[in-house]
């Protein structure tokens, strides 16, 4: 089984930042990719920016050019940095721990979410 828990969630200002973090603990493999999905009130899930073993990354279009997601192999964890954030930014993400080199969500693990809310 493996643990995924998230942090970093909170109230910000249309154009703030913000920084998620995730940690996957438990049995954890040499080889796995991680990534962010979100779910707004009334809305599927969906993919945020995923991060292959090798670091490379993919990002939806919605949060291209303002969101980076990078990985501390090491550490079994997985950041999200959210620059310039907008309203229909506000969800709560999850984050996700896929046991294979790129990321594919049959099979993933998921934390239990963290919220985000920007709002003035």
């Known amino acids: 089984q493996v643990q995924i828990v998230e942090s970093g969630g909170g109230l910000v200002q249309p154009g703030g930042s913000l920084r998620l973090s995730c940690a996957a603990s438990g049995s954890i493999f040499g080889i796995y990719a991680m990534g962010w999905y979100r779910q707004a009130p009334g809305k599927e899930r969906e993919m945020v920016a995923t991060?292959?073993?090798?670091?490379?990354?993919r990002y939806a279009d919605s949060v291209k050019g303002r969101f980076t997601i990078s990985r501390e192999n090491g550490e079994n964890r997985v950041y999200l940095q959210m620059n310039n954030l907008k309203p229909e930014d506000t969800a709560v993400y999850y984050c996700t721990y896929s046991p294979t080199y790129y990321y594919t969500r049959s099979g993933a693990y998921w934390g239990q979410g963290t919220q985000v809310t920007v709002s003035s």
């Open positions: 991060i292959s073993r090798g670091g490379s990354t």
